[in-house]
């Protein structure tokens, strides 16, 4: 049985309040990805509470969704509600599929959490097909982020081991996340689903940084190639790889 994880506690879950909303924020070349490919198979590896499901499950022919948190998987069920969705508990660094039976995997935002970026990038493009493309998002290596993440979030962190430390966390820190969203961000997001951005961004215990020229190299070591990539506006850069035939 798989223990309890970090994001069966606090799920990554914010902006559900409409599906057209989720999609219309979705990455443009997520959402092209998954337009190229309408009526094929598409495997969401780290789906969380079904962010890119919902789109994901109006194009293609079959959809799976797989996740180290069953509380994100319980979420994504309810609320994608598809017959060509299947969710399945799994871990990216040792997917439970076969290997080459999706034409699109997605890779957003993953990777990055698992303590092994290689092994889970190497997994993502085996249970791809020859021929079929893999939707990457990692954070980047060079933006502010790492800082904030090694020094503020590493305060955060030490201070979330003790029971008053937790307290100081939520009550003023998590607050404070919170007014700066609705101050500055000026998004209508309630204080739970500002919090899970806090503990996603400050708290979570697994984070690391990759340069394009990193992704690169992964490409020629298993076997694909980089077709299109977009820097973002965010901490995160996304590629769109393709699996040699």
């Known amino acids: 049985m798989i223990e309890k994880t970090f994001y069966d506690n606090t799920p990554f879950e914010y902006g559900y309040s409409s599906k057209d909303e989720l999609i219309s924020n979705m990455n443009p070349l997520l ?47 309810n609320f994608v509600k598809s017959d060509n969705l299947h969710l399945k508990q799994g871990d990216n660094l040792d997917i439970p599929l076969e ?3 999706a034409d699109v995997v997605i890779s957003d935002g993953v990777c990055h959490h698992t303590g092994d970026t290689v092994k889970a990038f190497s997994e993502c ?12 998002a990692v954070y980047k290596r060079y933006r502010y982020y790492p800082f ?14 003790s029971k008053f430390g937790n307290f100081l966390v939520e009550t003023v820190f998590v607050f404070m996340h919170h007014l700066m969203y609705r101050i500055f961000k000026k998004q ?30 992964w490409c020629k070591e298993f076997g694909c190639v980089i077709e299109d990539y977009s820097r973002t506006l965010g901490n995160c850069h996304v590629f769109i790889i393709k699996k040699h035939g």
Not at 149 to 156: H, S, T
Not at 190 to 207: C, S, V
């Open 148 to 161: 904030i993440y090694y020094v503020f979030g590493g305060m955060f962190r030490l201070m979330n081991r």
């Open 99 to 101: 290997s080459s039976i």
């Open 188 to 217: 209508k997001l309630n204080k739970i689903e500002t919090r899970n951005i806090f503990y996603d961004y400050f708290i979570t215990p697994i984070a690391t940084f990759q340069s394009k020229s990193d992704v690169r190299d």
């Open 125 to 136: 493009v085996r249970i791809l097909r020859a021929g079929g493309s893999l939707y990457l």
């Open 31 to 77: 959402k092209k990805l998954m337009e190229l490919n309408k009526g094929k198979v598409f495997c969401d590896i780290g789906c969380g509470c079904g962010r890119n499901l919902v789109y994901a499950c109006r194009l293609a022919k079959e959809v799976i969704g797989i996740d180290l948190s069953k509380e994100s998987l319980d979420f994504a069920s």
